[in-house]
């Protein structure tokens, strides 16, 4: 029998993969998850029982929360990336370290084939196959959901003429949780004008009176809340338990896919996006005017790169190595406040703020220029103007 790894969720599809791999084509299935944030133990031992059930030959769940901060997480935070100004790339940049870990496990075992149980009509099987093939081409990819286009009443009849009856019902919403937020789809998010329903997020309103945070930041990474220091990681944990309860960070993504179609998705992201903004705001009182521009440039670009599964390409480290040197002054306070439905940016402590110079308040006082010096800088600054409208004087 040959080795094969299954990138296993204990979903319909994967569940299809692990038995029809097992049983009808006769392979050594290996199933392997990776856990990037949003998986108990209970839910873990759960996936690892229903996989040896349908066939499997082993299980193996990777802890992988600590190198998705490090290697994806950290950077995003750095860039401010929200994709089209709105998605913080919750679940998609975490598709690129499962995959990542998955291959590596593929070649741990000496596997001669990988499996996932992606579709023909989304954004993972690019991810997933890229990063495969790239890694390890020698390693055979196999696709029995994207490579036969089975319909989900397919599966489940596959399934239970197998003696497989788990309760198949489709949820009315998709949910995917993950160290950096939850996604969520329905029917509402197939269509172009249909909001979701408040009781389709996970988190529902349970607080009401605000409630500000003092948010620490250290070279850029959240080292603590309200005082008490903790690991950037667990910060994210302890941030999504107190804004989730606000019914922060919801909205509706629409973007570009990587085929070409557009795609519209729910989320629900309130520590990410607190985060982001937060780390923004200290990044304007610290960072000087171009270093702003250059890092919206290069963080939307990382972004893109990320979201389409472009991670491996050598220009993702020189964008970190850039992404990374912009933080060395990135370090104070931020005070948010939280509310329902809502967060505000109340303000930064930082000994880093460039407002705190002595040379002058923004529409107050001149400290380090005379009258005569701003007159002249005026007259300078004009003289591109002065020429364009003395040659095109006679022009509409």
Known sequence: MEKLVLAYSGGLDTSYCAKYLSKDKGFEVHAVSVN??????????SIHKKALELGATSYTSIDAVQTFYEKVVKYLIFGNVLKNNTYPLSVSAERIVQAIEIVNYAKKVGAKYIAHGSTGAGND???????????????????????????REVEIEYLKSNGVDYPWEKAKYSINRGLW????GGDETLTSHKSLPDNAYPSQLEETEPKQLKLTFQKGELIAIDGENDTPVNNIIKLEAIASKYAIGRDIHVGDTIIGIKGRVGFEAPAS???????????????TKWQQYQKEQQGNFYGMLLHEGNYLDEVMRNIEAFLTDTQKNVSGDV???LHPYRFELDGIASPHDLMNA???????????WTADDAKGFIKI??????IYNHVNQNND
């Open 36 to 45: 990037t944030g949003g998986f108990s133990e209970e839910e873990i031992e």
């Open 181 to 184: 937020g939850t996604s969520v």
């Open 335 to 337: 005070f948010v406040s």
């Open 358 to 368: 002595s040379f002058g308040s923004y529409g107050e006082m001149n400290k380090g």
């Open 125 to 151: 099987q690019v991810r997933f196959d890229m990063i495969f093939q790239i890694i390890a081409p020698e390693i055979e990819i196999i696709t029995p959901i994207r490579d036969n286009k089975l319909a």
């Open 381 to 386: 600054l004009s003289n591109s103007g002065k």
């Open 273 to 287: 996006l607190i985060i982001i903004k937060a780390h923004h705001l200290l990044e304007k009182h610290t960072l």
